[in-house]
């Protein structure tokens, strides 16, 4: 596979030092960022991958989202990129995010092309260590959605998520009903925050030191 400048970009990079913490601080809600945690707690966490997948649609670069169903359960409704708990028959953690955006997207894991990964994210009411994944479609996506976990498929351009204008401050419910203010991206009028946001907003120091080479 040829890859376009763009994505040769992303993937050269993404093999370079990461943005990190400095990047991820920006989104995270003020509670969780007095408690950053320590390595033996990210140890024992459970671990899981989503993909970030990158695709070109009417000439313009996108990648999706997925808005989770309703249920008995910590991130129900939520934003999230594709993605879910790594399984003893994954080879790696990339394995499980091409497999989980498979499973839930329809997207086949033979046609990504894994380009590197972002920043693990540590996501405290599920005590997950999520490993965000980037991946290259080469066509633009058919979706056929795993209706039990997936409500909605959000096509987005990076342009704009590389909006600032989108970022700002919203009020969300969280366990037993409590409402926080977070910091988040309004992105068509559907609200991505927490560990979504957290990886997003590393994504973006990425996006914006490639367009502006």
Not at 74 to 92: C, I, K, L, R, T
Not at 99 to 119: A, F, H, M, P, V
Not at 132 to 153: H, I, N, R
Request: hydrophobic share 40%; with cysteine.
């Amino acid at each position: 596979m040829t890859l376009p400048s763009f994505i040769s970009s992303v993937q050269t990079r993404l093999q370079s030092e990461l943005p990190g913490l400095d990047a991820q601080l920006k989104m995270l809600p003020i509670k969780r960022k007095r408690n950053i945690p320590d390595e033996e707690t990210l140890q024992k966490a459970r671990k899981a991958a989503v993909c970030l997948v990158i695709y070109e649609k009417d000439e313009k670069w996108h990648t999706v989202l997925i808005q989770r169903t309703t249920y008995e359960g910590v991130h129900s409704g939520q934003m999230a990129f594709p993605g879910g708990q790594y399984e003893e028959g994954d080879v790696s953690l990339m394995a499980t995010a091409l497999r989980e955006t498979e499973e839930e997207i329809g997207l086949q894991r033979q046609d990504l092309k894994t380009l590197g990964t972002l920043s693990k994210v540590y996501i405290p009411p599920s005590n997950m260590l999520v490993l965000p994944v980037v991946a290259y479609l080469d066509c633009s996506p058919d979706f056929v959605l795993q209706d039990t976990e997936v409500a909605k498929v959000l096509e987005v351009e990076l342009t704009y998520l590389g909006n600032p204008i989108i970022r700002t401050q919203k009020q969300v419910s969280v366990a037993n009903d409590l409402k926080m203010m977070v910091p988040c991206y309004d992105v068509h009028d559907h609200v991505v925050w927490g560990a979504t946001a957290v990886m997003l907003s590393e994504w973006l120091v990425i996006w914006e030191e490639i367009n502006g080479e």
